[in-house]
């Protein structure tokens, strides 16, 4: 809509380029009972990718624009990858685990595998969680 359409036009003059605009996910929008603003909440996604911690909003009072803030990533498709992992999920716990300082999680089990529209599975290591992990693969 209109709004959406401001926020891209408001983003390009922010250095985005329209690649970095196309894909954004709504992720709440409501209105306030006591002011009456309403507040939109997107996420910035590429290539179907969700980026996590790459979010913005909008608000609006008496259809007006009065506030836009953004915490995105310029020239997205530049830095992109590609859409497929480029570490197993065991690497990236061993990664997660090194830069926290946490004690190395050591040999993961993986726990399950499931194999339908989304392949997804548990994997276990009771020195870096309590929980199994779920991690979720979208099928290639």
Avoid: C
Avoid at 14 to 43: C, M, P, W
Avoid at 94 to 115: D, N, Y
């Amino acid at each position: 809509g209109p709004v959406l359409q401001d926020f891209k036009t408001w983003g390009v003059s922010q250095g985005f380029s329209q690649a970095d605009l196309q894909e954004l996910k709504g992720t709440d929008d409501y209105v306030t009972q006591h002011n009456s603003v309403r507040h939109i909440y997107l996420q910035q996604v590429h290539k179907g990718i969700a980026i996590v911690n790459s979010n913005a909003s909008i608000h609006v009072w008496n259809g007006k624009v009065v506030a836009r803030h953004q915490k995105m990533v310029k020239d997205l498709g530049q830095k992109s990858l590609g859409n497929s992992p480029s570490l197993t999920p065991e690497e990236a716990l061993q990664r997660l685990s090194v830069s926290h300082g946490w004690k190395t999680p050591g040999k993961l089990e993986i726990l399950s595998i499931a194999k339908e529209i989304e392949q997804s599975g548990t994997l276990g290591s009771n020195q870096v969680a309590h929980e199994p992990i779920l991690q979720i693969r979208k099928a290639v």
